[in-house]
């Protein structure tokens, strides 16, 4: 312990203060997770990391427990007899030294349910909002809408019952500055209905003139407008109007009104277009803001059936099945999974399938196959007249799909037959657009297997270069080619996908069967693969061997030369020795030449960017992944954006270099690759600490810690750690830093990474210099020094020399 606590302390003695309530049945909000970050001034993701530290060393217990005043149970913590031990220790200290605990259960904000505010009396009566769960995003969007000053309608679309109205009331309860109008459209309704109500409205408000003309009967359109104009030039106005497409002789009417009614907001609720604005109002003149809403998520939906007493098993299959669907969930009355799943599915069948006519049911089946929006070439001529009309949703120009909610209904409703030949249907159609990921897909689900293993064993670069390499895995995992000619080549793509998707232990078992094949090019690919693995884990003495191993069964096959001799230059990189790297990779790129692999070729350059990176020649690396980004497939494009975030920042252009990081980050999402977001996340987070965003940058280093972890990479989770004692190191908080740099040395131990682990133990001597604990610093930047010596890293071991100069100055300095 040092002048303050430590993090983990902290949750120590704040926890002490609560063992009175561990066998009580309500517990304090105090407790929770959001409890304890508030008390303890940490943020909610730092509280998770650390709790689990401590659950894991059996200092803290955790279960489930209700809350005071919160209506569910949730997740709390207390003190283990071991914990119970370490917090007295640490209550005593504190108090014996005067530490500063930074522990104040006065700051804990408990999350209590508040209802909707009180409409202003001069609004229209609104649908009470009883439960509102979840849609937090959502509500979010809907709000910033209506604070532009650009967008006119704000319209919230989607399929009956998906929860339009409640969002709409929820968003309408907090407009207390404005006068809300609610209309309920009805299919009886005419312009004279609604007249009728607006006028009642306007007359509440003090608009008398205005109210007894929209009263009378008899009113113009023009006549009208203009007095709306006039009425509504100023703000202070929302007109909701729920279900509008419901009644199409409103059309002309809202036409009107949405050219007149001034400043003033317009809401609509609708299942399909609203009739009253077209897609050029969103798309071009965007004053117009369209919400496509889909069912709740897991939790809410979870939520949901907890308040009707439904949990556990059945509660996770209804959410599961209905895709969050709001009202088929609050409908359920069954306990069991197969008499719930019955009554949800009768409640879409006579609501949404029911009435249809044979061409529509078809599409709609068509429709469920398909996990992307598809065009209109995708379906068959004989139905293409059923899509006018259909509950089909376009969410792109010429981009259709079912919705969510509908889709397991509609898929688990065909027989047999039905699906494998609307899926024979998708896979002709994806053959002719050229998406090799979504064509494997639909070829396993229409039984076509021999077919598909064709297509993984000729189409293998494409599938793992284009799409999501997770999902591919996800894919291909359990599929077993029949042909003995095409096993190779498809294991192989199944253990590269694998791989990339961080399931190294399967993908290991895969390329050790194939090593074994007396197959040359077979046995050097997987030998390859299997340096790659050790490579991604740090292992690099294992890595080189294995390459090298490759290289040798090889020696007459160029593209395979070409991977084996990149994989060598990667880890002579990674290891400092940049001159043999660059020999290496050079070789690589003349070898892919010469056999036209263009995306090997390009390959050898991406990595040779890197070796210039480590050279400090950050402008030539940027010149060189900007060549390779060209010709990339997402993919790989997703190393490209890293590197080039790195080497930007290096230059100090942290604007570009945070642009090309964030695109990794989604890039690494789309395409399944949790190791390169973990590492783009990590990245970020630097660059966010040179901008002093240091929160945001700590919960990206947190976020970039669970992918670590799991994947058990211990050079990812160095590096995390490592800047989250750069973050708290920048706030001020050295004890904390300190920490978290001993937990970053703590991850290499037993590695063989000099260059890691030199510049670990240079960024840790540097900020204990700061701390004023200069024999330590100067003793961990003399490791470092040497670290770099052994392995020739001169640009680094100038660093390190610089650092020692300063240090021993300073040091020098104080013992005057």
Known sequence: MGGTLTVSERILYHLQSYIKYE????????????????????????????????????????????????????????????????????????????????????????????????????????????????????????????????????????IAGIGKTTLVAKLASELTAMRVYWYSSKSWDSPKTLAESLGRFFQDNGSRRLGIYLS????????????????????????????????????????????????????????????????????????????????????????????????????????????????????????????????????FEERFYAGLTENAKCLLQLSSVFVRPFTVDAIPKELRQARKGSILREVAPGKFEIHDSLRNFVYDSMTKDEKTGWHSVAADYYLREGDAQERLYHLIHANRLLEAEMHVARMGEELLGDGNVRRLWTLIGSFEPSKPKFRPAVTMVKARAASMAGEYVASWSMLEGLAKDSNAPSKAEALVEMGRIKSKKGEFGAALKLFAEALENAKELPAIRAKALRGLGVVEGKLGNYSKAQELLERSAQDALSVMDQKGMLLAHLELGNVFIGRGDYEQAIDHFSKCAAGFGPVELTNVYVN?????????????????????????????????????????????????????????????????????????????????GMAERMAGNLVVSEEYYGESLKALDGMDVPWGLGVRKMEFGLMLADKGEEIRALALIEDSRRLFQAIDANGMLEKADEALRRVSQNHKLDKR
């Open 644 to 724: 080039m975030g790195i080497a930007c920042a290096h230059l100090g252009r942290n604007d570009d270099a945070r642009l090309h990081l964030e695109n990794a980050v989604r890039l690494s999402d789309e395409t399944g690759q949790p190791r390169s977001k973990a590492y783009a996340l990590t990245s970020l987070a630097e660059v966010l600490i040179r901008s002093s965003s240091l929160e945001q940058a700590k919960e990206h280093c947190f976020s970039a810690l669970e992918i670590f972890t799991e994947l058990d990479e211990r050079l990812g989770i160095s590096a995390a750690y490592a800047n989250l």
């Open 216 to 347: 009378s009967g008899r009113f113009d359109l023009g006549e009208l407008s203009f007095l709306l104009r006039e009425e509504l030039s100023e703000n202070g106005y929302a007109f909701v109007f729920d279900d509008v497409d419901s009644s199409s002789g409103l059309a002309d009417f809202l036409k009107m009104f949405r050219h007149s009614s001034g400043t003033a907001k317009v809401v609509v609720t609708s299942e399909g277009s609203p009739g009253f604005y077209d897609n050029s109002d969103v798309v071009a003149r965007k004053d117009v803001f369209e919400l496509e809403l889909q069912g709740l998520d897991e939790a809410s939906a979870m939520k949901l059936l907890e308040t009707r007493g439904i949990t556990g098993e059945v509660a996770s299959e209804l959410s599961r099945i209905t895709h969050g669907h709001p009202l088929s969930l609050e409908m359920v009355t069954e306990t069991r999974p197969e008499g719930a799943k019955y009554q949800v599915s009768k409640f």
């Open 23 to 158: 066998d009580k049945y309500d517990v304090p909000f105090d407790v929770t997770q959001d409890g304890i970050s508030q008390a303890c001034s940490i943020s909610r993701a730092h509280a998770a990391i650390e709790l689990k530290k401590l659950k894991m060393s059996r200092i803290v217990d955790e279960r489930l427990s209700h809350v005071r005043r919160g209506k569910t149970r949730r997740k709390v913590y207390f003190l283990t007899p071991e914990g119970k031990a370490k917090a007295a220790v640490v209550v005593q200290y504190a108090k014996e030294n005067g530490i500063e605990t930074l522990v104040d259960p006065s700051k804990i904000l408990p999350e209590l349910t508040s209802g909707r505010a009180k409409p202003s009396r001069r609004s229209s009566p609104m649908p009470s909002v009883k439960v509102f769960l979840g849609r937090e995003k959502e509500l979010e969007s809907l709000r910033r809408a209506m604070a532009s000053p650009e967008i006119k309608i704000v319209a919230v679309k989607g």
